[in-house]
């Protein structure tokens, strides 16, 4: 029987089809240092352990609230109105299986075919394909690595229509690490403010950077209302396989996005949400020493690269990727991919998977050891007379 049609254009996170190849090799004998990944490589705290561990015990095992216990719905509001200087009440919060299902549930909502969208390329994948996948249309904007990754504003004002439907900003982003800086997102909320549209707003990496803390544009005049806010506990709180994030909505969405969660998933599974509450209202200790660290191998990592011929690395702000433009290698970012992972051993991903303007970079994740991230400097080094 053939698929239907719609199936033809959704598309994929290309990552874990490298994490499946890196693991292929390596199972034939291979040895492969992994920087595909985009998960920390940090145990989930063990006080979140434990009350995951506690609330199995205690019975958290049944159905809960489509959207969310209304406990942990209030302390996100409070958690996310107290980070971001804005006013939000649990009533707006809906607790999904991680932070992606938001970007499907939003889209499904308010695209009709034809509707534009303006999304970050190099991007997270998923926006893309969900857009191609809703019939809607693609505006990719084109990240400028001399602006830290941010978009060029007169391309965005420019990029916009009165067909868009959709802006997505993702701050601190991924594969980039750019920071969207205050000035920027304030210039963007002028030019949106007014128009018949959504913002969404991926704030996943939001704990993540080393700069200054990244804002949201939800502090803006007018912008709470046409924004929405994905966040979670994937990055924060190393919990990517607890499943556990949540979308911010505006009053007049939340009863759509709870229809589409209780078609799909029900609820949330009750005991991760109970772990959830435990990280937002316990110590925040784990998550200051995991940033520590990863800013001492993104300083590492970002040196490591610049030392090798054709490589030209930026300071990345937050999240923990590096995303070096390689263009001086002479190779396609997808061709220097297979290089490396087949002949240095080490698995990272072609820019070109996040897109069109992802072309000439490279994605490497520093959510590993220190001294596995020298030695896979050590090995791309050793590979790298294969270009000069
Ligand atoms: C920008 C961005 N948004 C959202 C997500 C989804 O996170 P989750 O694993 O919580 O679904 C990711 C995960 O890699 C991401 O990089």
Not at 186 to 212: G, N, P, Q, T
């Amino acid at each position: 029987m053939k698929l239907a049609e719609r199936m033809s254009r959704i598309g994929t996170e290309s990552a874990f089809e490298v994490l499946a190849r890196a693991r292929a090799l390596e199972a034939q004998g291979k040895s492969i240092i992994h920087l595909e990944i985009g998960q920390p490589d940090f145990p989930t705290p063990q006080h979140i352990k434990e009350a995951g561990k506690k609330a199995i015990d205690d019975g958290w095992t049944g159905y809960g609230p489509t959207a969310g216990f209304p406990e942990v719905r209030e302390a996100i509001a409070e958690y996310i109105s107290r980070t971001r200087g804005i006013t939000v009440s649990g009533s707006n919060v809906c607790i999904v299986p991680g932070g992606k299902p938001i970007m499907y549930f939003l889209m499904t909502a308010i695209l009709e075919p034809g509707d534009e969208v303006i999304y970050p390329n190099p991007g997270f994948p998923i926006y893309e394909s969900l857009v191609d996948f809703l019939g809607a249309k693609r505006v990719p904007m084109p990240l400028v690595e001399e602006r830290g990754f941010s978009f060029d504003l007169t391309t965005f004002e420019q990029a916009l229509s009165p067909k868009t439907k959709l802006v997505v900003l993702n701050s601190p982003g991924n594969p980039t690490g750019g920071v969207i800086p205050k000035d920027d997102l304030k210039r963007i909320a002028d030019l949106v403010r007014d128009r018949d549209l959504v913002v969404l707003s991926d704030e996943i990496y939001s704990r993540i950077f080393y700069e200054e803390a990244p804002e949201s544009i939800t502090q803006f005049d007018g912008m709470l209302e046409k924004t929405v806010i994905l966040d979670g506990f994937s990055k924060t709180y190393s919990m990517t396989g607890w499943r556990l994030g949540y979308g911010v909505f505006p009053a007049w969405l939340t009863t759509a996005i709870e229809r589409l969660m209780v078609n799909s998933n029900s609820c949330t599974a009750s005991f991760t949400q109970r772990a959830g509450l435990a990280a937002l209202q316990g110590p925040q200790d784990a998550v200051d020493v995991m940033v520590k660290e990863f800013r001492r191998r993104r300083d590492a990592i970002v040196a490591g690269l610049n030392s090798i011929p054709g490589f030209r690395c930026s300071t990345p702000a937050g999240a923990f990727y590096a995303f070096p433009n390689i263009t001086g290698t002479g190779m396609s970012s997808k061709a220097l991919e297979e290089l490396l992972m087949t002949e240095a051993g080490v698995s990272c991903l072609s820019g070109a998977a996040f897109g069109e303007y992802g072309n000439g970079y490279m994605r490497f994740s520093y959510a590993n050891s220190l001294e596995n991230i020298e030695e896979a400097l050590n090995r791309i080094r050793r590979v790298s007379s294969r270009w000069t």
